[in-house]
Structures are given as structure tokens and as C-alpha cells.
């Protein structure tokens, strides 16, 4: 790695994941620190501004697009990247607005992400599989990441998000009870 800056901050509330990603990352001198909420993100970014910063979107109860305008704030120059998996199109413009360089869907591979960094792979992993061309977001993810949106936009009034849906209070209720797990790679 030449141009990359050897040092970021993956932040996720799954370990095994970010225990992986940690471990690909060093096998390419990518040193990483990691967090699994934004208290102990900022901790972290506060103590040694990272080069790059990898953000779950969502953290537990938390989103990680809270992290955003925080880190840009202590390194302008970071490269910060939400990875998800719940994308939509809402979310992602919204973390371009707030200051993401960059928008994965979950699982990010290496490869994805030094893509994205702008970085060239040289660690091997040149033809890893990544998700199929024609695969799509189901249905149940997309509707999950608009409900998401709809409150968002209501600041988390479920009546007036309903209102904003077209749909009935209960439904929505119904619904926000049904979350999505996420997305696993079937090679794993």
C-alpha cells in the first residue's frame, strides 16, 4: 500500500465481521483500529485521527451516519465509507450528503474497499467472488430501509411516519416488528 495512509477505523456492532475485516486489512499492512458504537468510534478517532474510516450504518440502536460529520471534523482529509446491508438509494444520498466519500453494500470485501479507497489490491484476493451482477436488494430490505427513511423524516413519530406512508399506524407497527436480518455472503 503506497498512497493509502496504513491506519483506519472500521467501526460495526457484529465482531465476527469486523474481527475478519480487521484481520484481511492487516495482511495488506492496513493497521485498523475498531469500535462497535459511536462512543467508542469517536474515542478512538479523537486519540489518533484515522487515514480511512469504515461505518456500519447501523449500530445496534445507533446510526452510523451520525458518525460522519464528527470524524470529517477531526480529519478533513479522511476517507470515510458507510457499508450496509440495508442499502437504498435514500441512505446513500443522505451519507453523501453528510460528508461519506463512498456508499458498500454489506458484506464489503477487501477488494471493494480498496476500490474504493482508490486503492490497486495487491494482496492476493484479486478475484474474490463479489455479489452476482444480477442480484437484487429483496423486497422486505427495501421496504424495511424506506420505513427507515419515512421515520427518519419524522424524527421517529411512528403515527406521523404512518401518515407519510399511506399506511395505517398498526401496520406500521406490524412491520417495524418484522426487521430483516442481513444479507450473509453464501460462500461463507
Do not use: C
Request: proline share 7%.
Amino acid at each position: 500500500m503506497s498512497a493509502l495512509s496504513p491506519h483506519g477505523l472500521l467501526v460495526d456492532d457484529d465482531p465476527l465481521y469486523l474481527r475478519t475485516l480487521q484481520r484481511s486489512l492487516a495482511r495488506r499492512e492496513i493497521e485498523t483500529a475498531t469500535a462497535h458504537d459511536i462512543a467508542g468510534a469517536l474515542e478512538q478517532a479523537t486519540r489518533s485521527p484515522p487515514a480511512f474510516a469504515l461505518i456500519d450504518l447501523k449500530l445496534g440502536s445507533e446510526s452510523g451516519l451520525a458518525l460522519i460529520q464528527p470524524l470529517r471534523a477531526l480529519r478533513a482529509d479522511m476517507r470515510i465509507l458507510l457499508v450496509t446491508g440495508y442499502a437504498s438509494i435514500a441512505t446513500a444520498v443522505e451519507a453523501i450528503k453528510l460528508g461519506a466519500d463512498d456508499y458498500l453494500p454489506k458484506p464489503a470485501t477487501v477488494p471493494m474497499i480498496l476500490r474504493a479507497l482508490g486503492e490497486a489490491d495487491e494482496g492476493g484476493e484479486e478475484h474474490e467472488e463479489v455479489e452476482p451482477p444480477d442480484a437484487m436488494t429483496p423486497i422486505s430490505r427495501l421496504q424495511w430501509e424506506h420505513i427507515q427513511q419515512a421515520l427518519h423524516e419524522t424524527g421517529g413519530n411512528v403515527s406521523a411516519a404512518a401518515r407519510l406512508l399511506g399506511m395505517h399506524r398498526r401496520s406500521l407497527q406490524r412491520k417495524l416488528l418484522k426487521r430483516p436480518s442481513p444479507e450473509r455472503d453464501p460462500n461463507r
